[in-house]
């Protein structure tokens, strides 16, 4: 780690990470403090769900199914012909 960078997160604009972060690969340990690399106050990320930056934890994607009338389908079929 450069010197730069370590007197960046030493300053006190980052944050420490959190329980949530654990696993991320966006940790970087710098003067025996742990902090994200990419944003200044990981508890703010993790507030509203899943930390967009999260490299170790993926969004649950659900599947819906629609139902579709067989019957207006038909007819927007024909229309585009």
Known sequence: ?????????????FLPVIEQCNGCERIVEVEGGRFCDTYMNPAAKWRLGICNFATHAKPEVKVVKIRVNPLKAAKRASRRK
């Open 1 to 13: 780690m450069q010197a730069s960078n370590a007197a960046k997160f030493s300053a006190g604009s």
